[in-house]
């Protein structure tokens, strides 16, 4: 019966010592207004084919289904809520005789990223929607000097 009373006890002195500090913490006085923190400006993003977002990448992969078309060493001189340009090198397979045993061929690109939307996936994260390479020398077969590609969504 004593183990009864005092566990009792300790219970009740626990319960009033909450009380008291709930109540005490209740009634001090407000504390000076805090301005809310201020939220940076998102910056647009650019959506890769597997859905992953990044903002001035290094590497960007162009053929998602076979790797044979591919942004590397990219130097962002803007990225803005409007454009971002760099430049960098394309690596393009020739795919001569065949892809798979095709030679890898680096050409001297410049990037520019434009029109900013919400992304579907994200709605409150804008998105580039449109990549135009320009190639300021050669350039694979068949491609134009300034190439232009709709984004994923």
């Not at 626990?14 to 940076?40: D, E, Q, V």
């Not at 977002?53 to 990219?74: H, Q």
């Not at 340009?85 to 045993?101: E, F, H, I």
């Amino acid at each position: 019966m004593r183990g009864t009373v005092v566990g009792t006890a300790v219970t009740l002195s626990a319960g009033a010592l909450l009380t008291a500090a709930m109540t005490t913490a209740t009634a001090s006085p407000p504390t000076a207004a805090t301005t809310p923190p201020r939220t940076a400006v998102a910056q647009p993003v650019l959506v890769d084919c597997v859905w992953q977002r990044t903002v001035r990448p290094i590497d960007f992969l162009l053929a998602c289904g076979d790797g044979n078309s591919r942004l590397t060493g990219l130097h962002w001189e803007q990225w803005s809520p409007t454009k971002a340009t760099a430049v960098g090198v394309n690596v393009v397979n020739d795919c001569k005789p065949y892809c798979a045993a095709g030679t890898f061929h680096s050409y001297p690109v410049t990037v520019r990223l434009d029109g900013t939307k919400p992304w579907k996936k994200h709605p409150g994260v804008q998105r580039y929607t449109l990549m135009t390479l320009t190639y300021s020398d050669s350039r694979p077969d068949g491609f134009k000097q300034v190439m232009s590609y709709p984004l994923w969504d």
